[in-house]
């Protein structure tokens, strides 16, 4: 079975500063990895996905995240983040036969000026 | 070229009524999944079909939840009777396959809540 555990809820940041949201997975396959952005009333947006190759990935809105095996870890950066970063971002993991999406429980970060 | 279609966008109803949720996918997507997502939670799955046929439905609480997807292109979601635990927003994705490395593009989703 494969799991995501996103330890923290809700990372608060100030505009322009870095930011890192923290993501690590299970998994008894070989696994696919993404992040998804989720503003206030909307559906999921793909952020970047880890399928294979390099293990730093970048995405849109100048994200990036960084697949470690050994740690079973993806998590995801950005230098310096603005205000509009501000909403919610779920970690997910799929595999096996089926394509079968599990999300972690979210991270919510806010931006403050 | 359009996206993942669902109607309505916002749902009332009170405990122990039926609601039904429709979802129209991106045009070829042969996998189309249905997910809860709870206030503070993350997406969960509650059904996965691939064209016409069930692929995942370990999820779905089959006493009162039922899923649909006819001719392999729209589905609905049906509540009956609902409980106040189903008040959550529902999304519905849809992906080309069941390749692992295809991208799910999601809707806007369903807010429901139960009163």
């Known amino acids: 079975a494969q799991s995501v555990t996103q330890l923290d809820s809700q990372v608060p940041v100030f505009e322009e500063a870095p930011v890192e949201l923290r993501c690590n997975y299970s998994s008894s396959v070989s696994v696919y990895l993404f992040w998804y952005v989720q503003y206030p009333n909307q559906g999921l947006q793909l952020l970047l996905k880890y399928l294979s190759g390099s293990t730093l990935v970048k995405g849109i809105n100048g994200f990036e995240a960084e697949f470690n095996k050994s740690q079973t870890s993806f998590h995801l950066r950005k230098p310096s983040v603005h205000i509009s970063d501000t909403a919610e971002y779920f970690c997910?993991?799929?595999?096996?036969?089926?394509?079968?999406?599990?999300f972690g429980t979210g991270t919510l970060l806010a931006v403050q000026p | 070229e359009a996206g993942v279609a669902q109607s309505p966008r916002y749902k009332i109803i009170e405990k122990r009524q039926s609601v039904a949720f429709w979802c129209n996918p991106i045009?070829?997507?042969?996998?189309l999944y249905w997910y809860q997502q709870i206030l503070g939670q993350g997406p969960k799955l509650l059904i996965q079909f691939q064209n016409n046929g069930v692929v995942d439905d370990s999820q779905l609480p089959k006493d009162r939840f039922s899923a649909e997807r006819l001719k392999g292109v729209d589905s609905t979601l049906k509540i009956q009777p609902a409980k106040l635990e189903d008040s959550a927003v529902y999304l519905c994705a849809s992906s080309l396959g069941l390749s692992s490395y295809t991208e799910a593009f999601f809707g806007q989703g369903t807010r429901l809540t139960v009163v």
């Open positions: 045009s070829g997507h042969a996998t």
């Open positions: 997910a993991v799929s595999g096996g036969a089926t394509n079968k999406l599990i």
